[in-house]
């Protein structure tokens, strides 16, 4: 599976565009497609209707993942690990996550206690604007000026349509380039067919990445509007026959963020510093997870969705940290960085961006352990410090908010913290205490905020103590903390709003200092090597992904490693025949029983060469008819270092064949009602 | 608390000596001492009978630590953290570990079920032999004749006096010098003294490898002879006045091992897979040992040495790791091996070791998993292999068998194996199943040696079969395959002797591999890049620590970071005022209730800048009068970077006050007596 959007560094601007695109490279926006190579390598051109029916058909999952409307009823195909969470939530009682689940009728779906979708209605490019209002601006000045206009610029746009209507301000290109992104928001989404956990994760985390591969990882969801199913207008129809080797294939979706255009003092960093520490972190939280669920099938319930999610992060992250460790991949980018300062001897950009990595390597740990809630691995803190941070900024004019709490913003804010999503006090315990421990670590014991912290006590104490004594695990207690604002927050006794309050000077001061001397003069020195970059390659770049709609294009194909080819196709037989009888190489009951009715040489997973990221997760791939012919739901092993570079050669995407889906939802699933919505007309 | 020695690559030979030493740097033997540095700084030489008095009073501790005796009857004083492996397995009727021990009379002195001393008797030249025996010979054929005579040498130099004595090979200088150690072995050890773990590692690991620091890392031993506590004939008397600042100390003890001659490529090697393959492993064992600690105060007492150990290697290569992703380090690493390369345009060797290091990485992970048991975290597998190949072993003429089954190792080999140190299989099979999921995500799902090691089971069921079945946990079915040979252990169907058996061949083969492709090759160019060291630097030159006798030479001094001074001493009062009501900050009862007794300005640690470093704990340090002053038991955080560079500013050692120990004694521990041995002269 892939990663959700934005794991690699989720504050930092995303830097400025790349250098000029080889072969099937490139995450391309819909107004600068790479029209010339699609019709040299395959004489197809997308047109207009062909575009607009790709953008009114797909979707974006707020929380990190694409989709696509395939019926006209509102029937929404994703991938089963981008719905995760949501069926955890709605595991109290029946545990669907390991048993399925289908609804058989429009009552039976189950609407998904903490789910937005957004479908893209326009793009509106407002560079001008925002050049004229950050021009002479640097530090602080910078960050509040651009914080203003962006809180402007999307509340103008969202306007009285909220909570409808959601607007983002994109930075393309590391900010040679401004759009405004409108969407409609969909919140009102129920499941309506998800896979046993055994099914879609099949392999589990040995086979993540990797290929060959024999997963169903494929849900569908309904969204609804006024309590009805939504008539999308669009939707995209199944090819069964799925695509053929060679065959030219569109994906069409989100990818999450890339860093293709780093300078070498940001690798530095991200090797040196920022990898190691977060894949430490994520090792040690992937077996404190393992070993909690050892205790039993419960615990094991708990913890599945943040081991899944923890074990996916550790795997890209390594494979990241083995990216940059390639000699031959600095010196590709020492090169391209000499050529550039040659090409303007009198930018700074270069220097100044390493300086700011001095200052990022200093601020790093305490500001990811306290602004980023490293030391706190519970949606309690997290719960605390948005109803405490909340209450004081709503109470600041729009554009003088942090981005997250501005009008556009508390939508999606609200679906959080008011989703009844159960919590479970001993396992949250468990990852408290843990997460304590690594603060402690990170910043030593003597240090007076990791003393503010633990008030001298163990980190088991402590998280036993908060956990003993909070309210916020009941949503109305929460709605009324919102509702009451300031006031009635700061007469809150709750441990983890007192803990939040607590951090809260320093910690925004941590990410004032981050946002002023960090992300700031960064932001500036990436908009003077961008606008270099144009200037050498003119319309040839595309931007770093962004979590925003994108083309790749890219063809079925396998791929040779180690003088071995590896075969594009893999089909049910080769599934049945990698069954151990131990998870997760064990496909669940439902298969087995369907066993003898399954044409076994239905393709069941594919690869191509389409260069995708996290955030492609539930990307369509669409022929030259706009059909859908596959399902993006991972990459192989190097598609992680895509994070930094592509290869024609080794890179692949992972997808799931329309066929098996079908045979799945007939002859597994027993569910012809939806396996026919998705055929019709 | 230090590493034990040779953590870092237990296989690789050790390369070369290093540069020329700067200020108090150096690891010395004691036939090539810095005699004019000493005397320029300090106006102070070491005379023979100052040097003889020094060597024969000091000791190593088999299993990878430094100690002394320190009175007339035996009695031997190390670092508790030295001997919790023996305290925790004296604890299953009593909790030793956190309750303490004292032995008020000789009879209540407890053996160590599995330690062994060794004292240092002779150190021989045997560079010309061994020169003559290898010349000419490279690969396998290197490999082969360097093991043929090391067991000839070994065994001729232990002759009929096994298993007293023990004699190892010792290379020195990458391979420019060796020489052959001859000990005297002590395998009679019993424990008299051990303060609370709480005391011992008072600060836990989030003090570990830090100062100011408050910890009684000591303990004190009685070594046996014949039944006899041992009149070692010469020991060193305790200074109880400690030294001054700014006092010359010397440390005598048994470094581990250091990789400052390492070339660029093997660094390289070291930064990009080695130590974060390594880093990660340990990080997810830490993890989950200290999620299994959770369960209960006997699963926190099974796994805490364990989890002490894994804690203290995951600093060092943490802080390793960070040192070598310094970039001036590589820079000065660079300059250094360009002006060698200058020196003699026609070396080949830099290009011959970074030849080798492509193989090294190749055969690095399943080298690790399988021949060096990252895949089996459990001593059963550990007992199976040794069983297995001794047999096989020992019918095959000492100088052809595997050097850990040569005749002078065999008393070792045999001590460990028939210890009756207890194991718990609940926590066994924890262990096991980890790390059989770690082999399984190392090499992946589909590798041949994986399947055969799995048997299409998951690791935890896996883990739970070869538990259930196996009759090792029982030392005298261990010793009925040892005494039954080949025959017995073909018979045995015990499964993890089946195991080690399906094994045996593929990881001789990764072992062979690595022997000729890697150690072979490298051991011949660092050779080649010693003698032109030698040349350019002469007897200016220290070697790199091999766990042998070294003297370093320091003061007692602080240190200045970030323009804060820290001081040298910390004292008793201090350590109360750090307590903070929880482990790791919570003194035991003992010290609580003695505090009005005690002499609260008594200095307790204190640190000085000598260069040591794993291995090096328990190293007495010595005045002009060879008393002992102090005991060494950790290095602050800038010395783990020591295994790359000493840097003088930074670098320091951490050390036990003699005062302190004997105001524990008296007036905490109630051992008067003991106290009084230790003044007795």
Known sequence: ?????????????????????????????????????????????????????????????????????????????????????????????????????????????????????NRLEEIRDVSASVTEALAGKSGTDYVEARRALQAQLESECVGDQAPRRRCDLVELYGGAQYQLYRYQRYDDVRLVFWPEYAAAFFGGDPDNFNFPR??????????????????????????????????LLLSIGNPGHTDRQLTVAQLQTLRALRLPQTLLYYAERRAMLAQYSRAGARQANYAQADLTFTENSLKVYRAQLQALNDDGLFERKRAEEAALRKADAGLTAFDDIARAEQTLRRLYLPYQMLEQRRAFFTPYFKFARDLLRAAAERERP??????????????????????????????????????????????????????????????????????????????????????????????????????????????????????????APEALAAQAIARLRFAQYGRSLYPDASFTLRLSYGELRGWEENGRSVAPFTDFAAAFAHQTGAAPFLLPESWNRARARLALDTPLNFVSSHDIVGGNSGSPLLNRQGELAGLLFDGNRHSIAGAYEYDEALNRSIALHPAALLQALTRIYAAPGLAAELLDD
Chains 1, 2 share one sequence.
Not at 36 to 51: C, I, M, S
Not at 61 to 79: K, M, P, R, W
Request: charged share 25%; glycine share 6%; aromatic share 6%.
């Open 398 to 519: 729009n554009a003088q908010r942090l981005p997250e709490f501005q009008d556009a913003a508390l939508p999606t804010l609200q679906r959080r913290l008011f989703s009844a999503s159960p919590l479970r006090d001993a396992y949250e315990e468990t990852k408290l205490a843990w997460s304590l421990a690594k603060l402690r670590e990170a910043l030593g014991a003597d240090d007076p905020l990791v003393q503010q912290v633990l008030r001298g006590q163990s980190p088991d104490a402590r998280a036993s103590q908060l956990l003993r004594k909070t309210r916020l695990g009941d949503v109305e207690y929460r709605r009324r903390l919102w509702q009451g604002g300031a006031q009635a927050v700061a007469a809150s006794d709750d441990p983890f709003i007192e803990l939040a309050r607590a951090l809260d000077a320093p910690s925004r001061e941590l990410r004032r200092q981050m946002e002023a001397d960090v992300e």
């Open 214 to 247: 024999y997963t169903l990882d494929a849900a569908l969801l309904r969204a609804y509007q006024d309590g009805q199913a939504l008539q999308p207008g669009e939707h995209l129809r199944l090819q069964p026959r799925g695509a053929q080797p060679g065959e």
């Open 1 to 117: 599976m892939k990663p959700r959007a934005a794991l690699g560094c989720p504050l930092l601007w995303l830097l400025c565009g790349p250098a000029v695109s080889r072969a099937a490279e490139g995450m391309w926006t819909f107004d600068n497609l790479p029209r010339a190579q699609l019709q040299a390598r395959y004489g197809f051109e997308p047109d207009a209707a062909w575009l607009r029916h790709a953008m009114r058909s797909t979707l974006r999952l707020a929380d990190g993942c694409s989709a696509s409307f395939v019926s006209a009823q509102g029937l929404v195909l994703s991938n089963a690990h981008c719905v995760l969470d949501c069926v955890q939530n709605l595991s109290a009682r029946r545990d669907h996550v390991n048993e399925g689940f289908v609804a058989r009728t429009r009552g039976e779906e189950l609407r998904c206690p903490s789910m937005e979708l």
